[in-house]
């Protein structure tokens, strides 16, 4: 790895990426966002995931120069997380109640200008990247486990030999 300003001119032969997350749907107030050839964005790319605000962020992913954008999920996204959108909907999550009536299960679908990855991996030019959105409990927000052997369960699913994990918190914390 050459870390190379994103002012300077990328080398021949290097790759250059560019890493975002929790932009909490004002990713349209951001600003400028430096080119590169892949745009990682690390999750809560909404405030609670509905689903106009995942448009929304769609929308600005088609806006950006990035040939390939990878994005997950964080624990603000809700409607990306069917087992919490279910205690949402049995009333188990009051604290959560303004998504209750998403429809959760076309979340996933509106990201057309990304790859999105939830536990799984994806090869952009010859680097392997995996990407999960889960993190340690807090709070009981999406995408939480508790610690010990329910989120180790969930680091377990990392192949080896990744060349990039893309988490929303880390993996060992």
């Excluded at 975002?20 to 990682?40: E, F, K, N, Q, Y």
């Excluded at 069917?82 to 949402?88: G, N, R, Y």
């Amino acid at each position: 790895v050459d870390p190379v300003p994103f002012d300077k001119e990328k080398p021949p032969g290097h790759v250059r990426f560019v890493c975002v997350s929790d932009t909490h749907s004002r990713s349209d107030r951001m600003g400028a966002i430096p080119d590169g050839d892949v745009l990682l964005h690390a999750g809560d790319f909404t405030d609670l995931g509905h689903l106009q605000k995942v448009k929304d962020f769609n929308t600005w992913l088609g806006t950006l120069p990035h040939p390939y954008k990878v994005v997950i999920a964080g624990n603000h996204d809700l409607t990306f997380d069917p087992k919490l959108m279910q205690e949402i909907r049995a009333g188990k999550r009051p604290m959560f109640w303004a998504v209750r009536d998403e429809e959760a299960e076309t979340a996933k679908s509106l990201l057309t200008n990304c790859i999105y990855l939830e536990d799984s991996e994806t090869n952009v030019m010859g680097i392997r990247i995996w990407g999960s959105p889960w993190q340690p409990w807090f709070y009981d927000w999406a995408f939480n486990e508790e610690r010990g052997k329910p989120i180790l369960d969930k680091w377990n699913l990392i192949p080896e030999g990744v060349d990039i994990l893309v988490t929303h918190g880390p993996p060992l914390g």
